[in-house]
Nanobody, 125 residues
Framework: QMELQESGPGLVKPSQTLSLTCTVS??????????WSWIRQPPGKALEWMGV???????YYTSSLKGRISISRDTSKNQFSLHLNSVNSEDTAVYYC?????????????????WGQGTQVTVSS
């Protein structure tokens, strides 16, 4: 049974970098045809797919965040991480990590069958 757990600071100051880590148990992030994603939900808004890293470490990002976002991984710890720089109040949201197994197109929140519980991040001075 796969489990995902987000961790990181709950408060980030404007213009700083938001960094979150997703720890995965039960499945290797190098599993064939797997996809590892970050998704967020700002208050009162819909879920927003942010980006995904495939099993070989290739990352793809939503166009609205390009230039500010990166996803990295540590295969020795079976973790992947989100880094979002130059944050502002509009980046305040609940952040989720998600996983998909099998061949598919993983660019929408509904693509993911496995989710972490989510972590609240507030951008404020």
């Amino acid at each position: 049974q796969m489990e995902l757990q987000e961790s990181g600071p709950g408060l980030v100051k404007p213009s700083q970098t938001l960094s979150l880590t997703c720890t995965v148990s039960g499945t290797s992030i190098e599993t064939a045809n797997s996809a590892w994603s970050w998704i967020r939900q700002p208050p009162g808004k819909a879920l927003e797919w942010m980006g995904v890293m495939t099993r070989d470490g290739t990352a793809y990002y939503t166009s609205s965040l390009k230039g500010r976002i990166s996803i990295s991984r540590d295969t020795s710890k079976n973790q992947f991480s989100l880094h979002l720089n130059s944050v502002n109040s509009e980046d305040t949201a609940v952040y989720y990590c998600g996983a998909g197994l099998g061949v598919g197109v993983y660019i929408t929140p509904s693509s993911y069958d496995y989710w972490g519980q989510g972590t609240q991040v507030t951008v404020s001075s």
